[in-house]
Nanobody, 119 residues
């Protein structure tokens, strides 16, 4: 069983930056892909970004394209999300998740980390 632990959330002013990390532990880790999602209060959980584990191919939601960068360190089993030019509407709990098979069905989720962007 893989465990995911997010870190790096916090409070930042609009226009600022944060870097989230998601450390995977447990059994040998070699998923097809991993992703970041976010959930704002009273809203559904939304896709943010995805990266294939072996080749590092990335995909982004339109709302974050050009501002956020997803990356991974396969040797350290760690996923990252660099968030720049943050806006108040980026405020949410951010979750990382594992897609073991590549079917875009995420099997394991982290506990989430709060990101708050003040105006």
């Amino acid at each position: 069983q893989v465990q995911l632990v997010e870190s790096g959330g916090g409070l930042v002013q609009a226009g600022g930056s944060l870097r989230l990390a998601c450390a995977a532990s447990g059994r040998t880790f070699s998923p097809a892909a991993m992703g970041w999602f976010r959930q704002a209060p009273g809203k559904s959980r939304d896709f943010v970004a995805r990266i294939t584990w072996n080749l590092g191919v990335t995909y982004y939601a339109a709302s974050v394209e050009g501002r956020f960068t997803i990356s991974r360190d396969a040797a350290e089993n760690t996923l990252y999300l660099q968030m720049n030019s943050l806006k108040p509407e980026d405020t949410a709990v951010y979750y990382c998740a594992v897609d073991e098979s590549g079917s875009s069905r995420y099997d394991t989720w982290g506990q989430g980390t709060q990101v708050t962007v003040s105006s």
